[in-house]
């Protein structure tokens, strides 16, 4: 009996890639669909140096219906996650065509060859965006929708497109994840997260500050009301959120119907807290300056995980420290991400390959 065999659209990226290697270590085989406009396919040699297995890389576009029906032809998947998509917030102010065409129309695309194929279990990447930014938290999963940018409302959209897909046809069985803030890299160094330019996300900016890459961090505002006056998000570590996949995936080849649940730590932290900790896991000072408030921003928010735990028993077990040792662990050895040879595994770690 082979191992299920499972399509991951944008698998070779930041959490595609952790993803692929929860996937693995759960006895499953993951195959990626990857345009590559985001994430570089030396991810899965990472993958495989941590696994043992490396991912067959397809690469495409799950808005190509004749790659889509190539693809389930030649490997005869058992299900569907699927990451694939635009997730800049600002981008998608300036550019909502390529968001709604990419992250809408391409879910649309890749539910219809699903439905070709007669492949119908779908783990389906969200996001915390759908609640906008004015829900009290811990935030529920029965939050209303309130998403306030167009990359939010593309995931509201597909969201309801598969809400009512689940509705109308009993076969399929579908797992929404609401991501909340996903951080952190593997324990080995081998994988992490790869900004292109000045990150706009919290974390990297701080990796690299740490690392002398930048002088210092801007605190975008000190006059929210939250305990030190500066912005509170979820941070999950990006294993847990690669294993809360798993764990959708598990409820989804046993359950039909939709799930819908978030993927977070059920606790908040500070943007100076972020940077304390980081300060602690790297050794190093962080320098930072208040700047303004950045537009969009939402004070505080963080999740209500007792969903996550009743449904799928998964929470998530890694703290704000661990994400930040492991976080520098990355950027220590890959200062320029796979340009570097690739770094020496940490003592004591024991890969499946060795
Ligand atoms: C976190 C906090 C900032 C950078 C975004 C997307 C969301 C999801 C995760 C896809 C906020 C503050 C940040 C900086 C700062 N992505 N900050 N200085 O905005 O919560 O969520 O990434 O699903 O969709 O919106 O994450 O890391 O940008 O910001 O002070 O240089 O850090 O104000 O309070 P965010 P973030």
């Known amino acids: 009996m082979s191992a299920p065999k499972i399509l991951v659209t944008g698998g070779a990226g930041f959490i595609g890639s952790h993803v692929c290697v929860a996937l693995i270590a759960a006895g499953l085989r993951p195959v ?36 889509l029906d190539r693809a ?3 490997h005869g998947f058992d299900a569907v996650l699927h990451l694939a998509g635009l997730k800049a917030v600002g981008q998608s102010v300036s550019d909502p065509i390529g968001y709604y065409d990419v992250n809408v129309a391409g879910s649309l695309a890749l539910v219809r060859a699903m439905e070709r194929a007669g492949v ?24 209303p929708y309130a998403a306030v940018n167009p990359y939010g409302r593309t995931k509201v959209m597909v969201e309801r497109l598969l809400a009512d897909l689940a509705r109308a046809d009993g076969r ?52 929210y009301e939250t305990p030190d006056g500066t912005g509170v998000r979820d941070y999950v570590h990006v294993m847990d959120v690669a294993e809360g996949h798993v764990a959708a995936l598990r409820h989804a080849t046993t359950h039909r119907g939709l799930l819908t649940v978030n993927l977070g730590t059920g606790r908040g932290a500070s943007v100076l807290e972020v940077i304390s900790a980081f300060e602690r896991a790297s050794g190093r000072t962080v320098a930072w300056r208040v700047g303004p408030r950045r537009p969009g921003d939402a004070p505080a928010y963080w999740a209500d995980v007792q969903h996550a735990r009743d449904r799928l028993g998964w929470h998530a077990r890694r703290g704000l420290d661990q994400m930040c040792a492991d976080s520098w662990r990355w950027q220590l050895g890959n200062p320029r991400g796979f340009d570097d040879p690739d770094p020496a595994l940490p003592a004591g770690f024991v890969s499946a390959s060795t």
């Open 32 to 67: 990626v669909m990857d345009t590559l406009v985001n994430s570089d396919p030396r991810s899965l040699q990472r993958v495989a140096r941590i696994t043992g297995v490396e991912p067959p890389l397809v690469r495409g576009d799950v808005r190509d219906a004749v790659a």
């Open 72 to 74: 389930f032809a030649e």
């Open 120 to 143: 119908r279990t779908l783990i389906f990447s969200s996001s915390a965006t759908v609640y906008g930014s004015t829900q009290r938290s811990p935030i529920r999963e029965s939050a």
């Open 172 to 223: 399929w069985g579908i797992a929404c994840l609401r991501f909340f803030n996903p951080i952190g890299a593997h324990e080995s160094g081998l994988l992490g997260e790869l900004p292109h330019g000045p990150p706009d996300n919290l974390l990297p900016y701080v990796s690299q500050v740490a690392a002398g890459e930048r002088c210092h961090v801007v605190v975008h505002g000190d006059d």
